[in-house]
């Protein structure tokens, strides 16, 4: 079980990568500082719906161009 949230990000190149894990029972609102928005992707590759997110319980990976 995750006791707490928890977000990390890293940068390689133009590529900005971010963690985010939201404890059971818990929510979040994320924002990605991108500069292009439609560049997000989740950590299946697929577009997401813009640069604030909201998300259930679960561990989660964003990536985006800087």
Same mark, same amino acid.
């Given at each position: 079980? !995750?006791?707490? #949230?928890?977000? &990390?990000?890293? !940068?390689? &190149?133009?590529? /900005? =990568? +971010? =963690? %985010? =894990? +939201? #404890?059971? &029972?818990? =929510?979040? +609102? /994320? $924002? !990605? #500082? %991108?500069?292009?928005?439609?560049? !997000?992707?989740? $950590?299946h590759?697929? #577009? *997401? %719906? &813009?640069? @604030? /997110?909201? /998300? *259930?319980?679960?561990?989660? @990976?964003? @990536? %985006?161009? *800087?």
């Open positions: 079980m !995750i006791p707490y #949230p928890a977000c &990390g990000w890293s !940068i390689a &190149g133009d590529r /900005l =990568t +971010v =963690t %985010a =894990t +939201v #404890p059971p &029972g818990s =929510t979040a +609102v /994320l $924002e !990605i #500082p %991108a500069s292009d928005p439609g560049s !997000i992707r989740d $950590e590759g697929a #577009p *997401t %719906a &813009g640069a @604030t /997110l909201r /998300l *259930t319980s679960g561990r989660f @990976t964003f @990536t %985006a161009r *800087t």
